[in-house]
């Protein structure tokens, strides 16, 4: 294999050097482009084919279907460990020992308290705010109650604002919901398991003992795996590039709050529900769908469907469809929201417009399906999507930090007018 990639440039040869990735996937390094060639930038609109970083987090194939933690099949972790093992492998390299991961759990409950204050900011908002908005806004509030910046060449200081947040957070998820249904705050219960206790926060009612349901809490741990990492995604990029400013954690998660929302990366799994409540309400007419979908002159996609590096299959919605049947069997759940995504899904697979361009249901086609199946409303699939991904961006931003990676800044081939002369407002 060649060593170096050559580029000719008005009658100039430059050799760029070949970096390869422990599993031989390769890349130019191309950090002296622009001294080499006076000035020369490359142009990847949505950076199909830049690599920002050298990581050691996580990797995928999206051809063949791969999808490892710290070289750990998904699979395997989906199937034998917990979300809290799964955060803190991705977070700090290898798989806790016992001890290790009890003093994890133990350190993350003695700081998940939230100042009280905290609470009148989310007064602040309106009944009718979305979830991601107001999670990505406290996330970024907990700033201002946590202000000193963290000290990455401190081990100890570095390992304290990941247990402060893994504790924090889950808070903030539920009061987020809790506060749109008009119901009181709490701190949940420590005696719990970590996902154990995040349902309990979300859905315990003031005079009620909640009763856990292992099917309900097991489908959640998986799901929150699941999403733990997906490496450059838009929303872990943009954790590393605001925490390449050295801005602190806490901001640079609530930026990547701010990217999860949109409805081409984690906002899918809301829109799956909205598209097919739509289709319910329209007779449950899924072949007219079908029809948008595939029509180039209407905007409308099948939400739910494609990904941008899954071109074959995309391995944890294999996962996580086994989970959904097994949910929505043992949960004994009639709805006809579900039979439509049954239908649909069943269409698309075997529709040759879908087939051809290998557009597959993701995972947030079926973790809307399972989140509405818990209870969960709609516009907070995305914030339990936030949930499952904070390791992966804690991990991403601290690998980030300790690499020493300078400030992210692409560069731009400029198309706009060229000098003009001013004129005066009279004058234009
Ligand atoms: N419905 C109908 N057609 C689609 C869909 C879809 N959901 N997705 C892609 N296509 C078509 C495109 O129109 C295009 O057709 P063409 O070749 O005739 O022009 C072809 O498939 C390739 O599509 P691209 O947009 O080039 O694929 P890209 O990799 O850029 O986009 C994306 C991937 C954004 C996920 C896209 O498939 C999509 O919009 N899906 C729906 C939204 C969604 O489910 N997002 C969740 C992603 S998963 C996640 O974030 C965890």
Same mark, same amino acid.
């Not at 016992?98 to 759990?105: D, I, Q, V, Y």
């Given at each position: 294999?060649?060593?170096?990639?050559?580029?000719?440039?008005?009658?100039?040869?430059?050799?760029?050097?070949?970096?390869?990735?422990?599993?031989?996937?390769?890349?130019?390094?191309?950090?002296?482009?622009?001294?080499?060639?006076?000035?020369?930038?490359?142009?990847?609109?949505?950076?199909?084919?830049?690599?920002?970083?050298?990581?050691?987090?996580?990797?995928?194939?999206?051809?063949?279907?791969?999808?490892?933690?710290?070289?750990?099949?998904?699979?395997?972790?989906?199937?034998?460990?917990?979300?809290?093992?799964?955060?803190?492998?991705? +977070?700090?390299?290898? /798989?806790?020992?016992?001890?290790? $991961?009890?003093?994890? @759990?133990?350190?993350?409950? =003695?700081? %998940?308290? #939230?100042?009280?204050?905290?609470?009148?900011?989310?007064?602040?908002?309106?009944?009718?705010?979305?979830?991601?908005?107001?999670?990505?806004?406290?996330?970024?509030?907990?700033?201002?109650?946590?202000?000193?910046?963290?000290?990455?060449?401190?081990?100890?200081?570095?390992?304290?604002?990941?247990?402060?947040?893994?504790?924090?957070?889950?808070?903030?998820?539920?009061?987020?919901?809790?506060?749109?249904?008009?119901?009181?705050?709490?701190?949940?219960?420590?005696?719990?398991?970590?996902?154990?206790?995040?349902?309990?926060?979300?859905?315990?009612?003031?005079?009620?003992?909640?009763?856990?349901?292992?099917? +309900?809490?097991?489908? /959640?741990?998986?799901?929150?795996? $699941?999403?733990?990492? @997906?490496?450059?995604?838009? =929303?872990? %990029?943009? #954790?590393?590039?605001?925490?390449?400013?050295?801005?602190?954690?806490?901001?640079?998660?609530?930026?990547?709050?701010?990217?999860?929302?949109?409805?081409?990366?984690?906002?899918?799994?809301?829109?799956?529900?909205?598209?097919?409540?739509?289709?319910?309400?329209?007779?449950?007419?899924?072949?007219?769908?079908?029809?948008?979908?595939?029509?180039?002159?209407?905007?409308?996609?099948?939400?739910?469907?494609?990904?941008?590096?899954?071109?074959?299959?995309?391995?944890?919605?294999?996962?996580?469809?086994?989970?959904?049947?097994?949910?929505?069997?043992?949960?004994?759940?009639?709805?006809?929201?579900?039979?439509?995504?049954?239908?649909?899904?069943?269409?698309?697979?075997?529709?040759?417009?879908?087939?051809?361009?290998?557009?597959?249901?993701?995972?947030?086609?079926?973790?809307?399906?399972?989140?509405?199946?818990?209870?969960?409303?709609?516009?907070?699939?995305?914030?339990?999507?936030?949930?499952?991904?904070?390791?992966?961006?804690?991990?991403?931003?601290?690998?980030?930090?300790?690499?020493?990676?300078?400030?992210?800044?692409?560069?731009?081939?400029?198309?706009?007018?060229?000098?003009?002369?001013?004129?005066?407002?009279?004058?234009?």
């Amino acid at each position: 294999m060649s060593e170096k990639a050559i580029l000719e440039f008005n009658g100039e040869q430059h050799e760029f050097p070949i970096v390869k990735g422990s599993e031989n996937e390769l890349g130019i390094d191309i950090k002296t482009l622009r001294a080499a060639t006076g000035g020369l930038v490359t142009l990847d609109p949505g950076y199909k084919n830049t690599g920002s970083c050298q990581s050691g987090i996580t990797f995928l194939n999206g051809e063949q279907g791969v999808l490892r933690y710290r070289g750990y099949s998904i699979e395997d972790l989906a199937e034998k460990a917990d979300f809290l093992e799964v955060a803190f492998l991705l +977070i700090f390299g290898e /798989l806790p020992t016992k001890e290790e $991961l009890e003093k994890f @759990h133990d350190d993350i409950k =003695s700081k %998940s308290v #939230v100042d009280d204050d905290v609470k009148k900011i989310l007064d602040a908002f309106p009944k009718t705010a979305h979830p991601m908005g107001v999670l990505s806004s406290l996330t970024s509030a907990l700033t201002a109650f946590n202000p000193s910046s963290v000290d990455v060449s401190s081990e100890d200081a570095m390992y304290n604002s990941v247990v402060k947040i893994m504790g924090k957070f889950p808070v903030l998820v539920a009061w987020t919901m809790r506060k749109k249904q008009g119901l009181p705050l709490d701190y949940g219960d420590n005696s719990l398991g970590y996902v154990e206790n995040v349902l309990q926060m979300m859905f315990k009612k003031p005079n009620e003992t909640y009763i856990h349901n292992p099917i +309900i809490t097991e489908a /959640l741990d998986k799901l929150l795996i $699941l999403h733990a990492d @997906h490496e450059q995604n838009c =929303s872990t %990029s943009t #954790v590393r590039i605001v925490g390449s400013s050295h801005a602190g954690l806490f901001a640079s998660l609530s930026a990547g709050i701010s990217a999860l929302w949109g409805p081409l990366h984690g906002g899918a799994n809301q829109a799956v529900l909205e598209m097919l409540e739509d289709i319910k309400e329209d007779d449950g007419d899924t072949k007219k769908y079908m029809a948008k979908a595939k029509d180039k002159e209407d905007p409308f996609r099948l939400m739910g469907f494609g990904h941008r590096v899954y071109k074959n299959f995309d391995p944890r919605a294999r996962i996580i469809k086994k989970s959904a049947d097994q949910v929505l069997g043992q949960l004994g759940i009639d709805d006809p929201i579900l039979d439509i995504a049954k239908g649909l899904e069943q269409e698309a697979l075997n529709d040759n417009y879908f087939v051809k361009r290998k557009l597959y249901p993701n995972v947030d086609f079926y973790s809307g399906i399972i989140y509405r199946a818990m209870g969960i409303p709609t516009d907070m699939f995305t914030v339990m999507f936030a949930l499952g991904r904070l390791p992966g961006w804690i991990a991403q931003w601290r690998e980030m930090r300790l690499n020493k990676e300078p400030i992210g800044r692409p560069r731009q081939i400029y198309i706009g007018e060229n000098l003009r002369e001013f004129k005066t407002i009279n004058n234009r």
